[in-house]
């Protein structure tokens, strides 16, 4: 059973403001990932890391930043919110090693509304 | 680069019956892995099946299975006495290497949206 949790479910915030969406997983993978989903849309790449004190950019261009000081903790930070931002954010983790079954194990994701 | 083509945006089925959701892929791989996700109006990505580009036979996980043609690129998922549960968004995902550092991601379709009706 996978163990990844990401916070808050559901955040609506003003324009410019700073914000930080969380996420933490219990099984200590080192392939940590962000995707960007826009409502009925397919999942593209934002952010990956892994391991710790490693990111990288993914596909699609992202105002957003990202850190992993810890293993567990992946957490994504906009500076300055913006109406464009508004989309739902799904964290997600994987094993390590090069086993191709490995799945994607994904947080309940977090929906940004910014007006 | 890789590629996944879901060509049905939405389809209805209705309860008890099977239904198959179509994916197709691109790839010049040689070894690859395809999955099949489940996403609820929740929002949250739930894991279905996986299928390996040298499994020899179509991988099968209780009510779903994956009809593999690899000559044809396709891996279309079939979901056998359709519940009213089963009404979600479903994708069809390919492994993809990202880079020297032995990280990779999961290409995503665009998703078919299924509806059981009663």
């Known amino acids: 059973e996978a163990d990844i949790y990401q916070t808050p479910r559901y955040l609506v915030i003003g324009t410019g403001k700073k914000i930080t969406l969380e996420c933490s997983q219990t099984m200590g993978h080192d392939k940590m990932y962000w995707y960007q989903q826009d409502p009925g849309m397919e999942l593209h790449l934002i952010h990956y890391?892994?391991?710790?004190?490693?990111?990288e950019k993914g596909d699609l261009s992202s105002e957003s930043t990202v850190s992993r000081i810890r293993t567990e903790h992946f957490p994504l930070t906009l500076e300055s919110a913006r109406p464009s931002h508004t989309s739902q954010y799904l964290c997600a983790s994987s094993e390590s090693g090069t086993d191709y079954n490995s799945p994607l194990h994904f947080g309940n994701g977090t929906r940004l509304t910014v007006t | 680069a890789q590629k996944i083509t879901q060509t049905q945006p939405g389809m209805f089925v209705q309860e008890k019956e099977a239904v198959t959701l179509d994916c197709t892929y691109d790839t010049s791989d040689q070894s690859y892995g395809l999955f099949w996700y489940k996403q609820p109006s929740s929002g949250e990505m739930i894991f279905l099946i996986y299928q390996g580009s040298y499994d020899e036979q179509n991988a099968t996980e209780g009510r779903y299975s994956l009809n593999f043609q690899k000559a044809r690129k396709s891996a279309n998922l079939v979901i056998s006495a359709s519940q009213l549960g089963d009404s979600a968004m479903y994708f069809c995902a390919m492994r993809e290497d990202l880079d020297q550092g032995g990280s990779e991601k999961l290409v995503f379709g665009k998703g078919t949206k299924l509806t059981v009706n009663p």
């Open positions: 890391s892994y391991g710790v004190n490693s990111t």
